[in-house]
């Protein structure tokens, strides 16, 4: 079945950076773009960017512009998300997401969802 | 950006319930809605999506409907299992965004 794991908690220290990694199985790594979206404690979800597993090309939402770098190694079919610059703001869970359909991003095609999900990295910025 | 508005924000019912959520986009999104359920401690799941699409493995009792601005999600009747946390997310264009969240809890 289709499925993605993802690291392990974190904890930080403001100024630091996190890298978390997310392992996909079940299907073809490469066919489908992956995304990151964050949840802050007893808050909404925030997406955070987008990676073509295939080419590795990348997105990312103005917010996080600067301080967010998505990668992936398609000999593990892992994706990693790192954030630099850590402020206590951060403190958020961090899901990976599958695009549920292929859909061609980069010429404007929308996507019709996410699925499946992680199961989350909370990641902890405290002094 | 195409921001979203849910409502409400929470909403007390009783299991065999009829209940409705809506969410409405700042500018049109065709059918480009879907929708997710989510408990917590867990990720969200994707219950619906292109408005009125049921995902597969999906109960019945989810539909969605709506077009344009204005969408909807109806649980037609409400089981133990439906309390939990429900987000419109409009997927017509990046970045995607989320509504603030519908919770439904047990009156």
């Known amino acids: 079945q289709v499925q993605l794991v993802q690291s392990g908690a974190e904890v930080k220290k403001p100024g630091a950076s996190v890298k978390v990694s997310c392992k996909a199985s079940g299907y073809t790594f490469t066919s489908y773009y992956m995304h990151w979206v964050r949840q802050a404690p007893g808050q909404g979800l925030e997406w955070m960017g987008i990676i073509n597993p295939s080419g590795g090309s990348t997105s990312y939402a103005q917010k996080f512009q600067g301080r967010v770098t998505m990668t992936r190694d398609t000999s593990t079919s892992t994706v990693y998300m790192e954030l630099s610059s850590l402020r206590s703001e951060d403190t958020a869970v961090y899901y990976c997401?599958?695009?549920?359909?292929?859909?061609?991003?980069?010429?404007?095609?929308?996507?019709?969802?996410?699925?499946?999900w992680g199961q989350g990295t909370l990641v902890t910025v405290s002094s | 950006d195409i921001q979203m508005t849910q409502s409400p924000s929470s909403v007390s019912a009783s299991v065999g319930d009829r209940v409705t959520i809506t969410c409405r986009a700042s500018?049109?999104?065709?059918?480009?809605l879907a929708w997710y359920q989510q408990k917590p401690g867990k990720a969200p799941k994707l219950l619906i999506y292109a408005a009125s699409s049921l995902q597969s493995g999906v109960p019945s009792r989810f539909s969605g409907s709506g077009s344009g601005t204005d969408f909807t999600l109806t649980i037609s009747s409400l089981q133990p299992e439906d309390f939990a946390t429900y987000y419109c997310?409009?997927?017509?264009?990046?970045?995607?965004?989320f509504g603030q969240g519908t919770k439904l809890e047990i009156k």
């Open positions: 997310q409009q997927a017509n264009s990046f970045p995607v965004h």
């Open positions: 997401a599958r695009d549920y359909r292929t859909h061609d991003f980069w010429s404007g095609s929308p996507t019709v969802g996410f699925d499946p």
């Open positions: 500018q049109g999104i065709s059918s480009w």
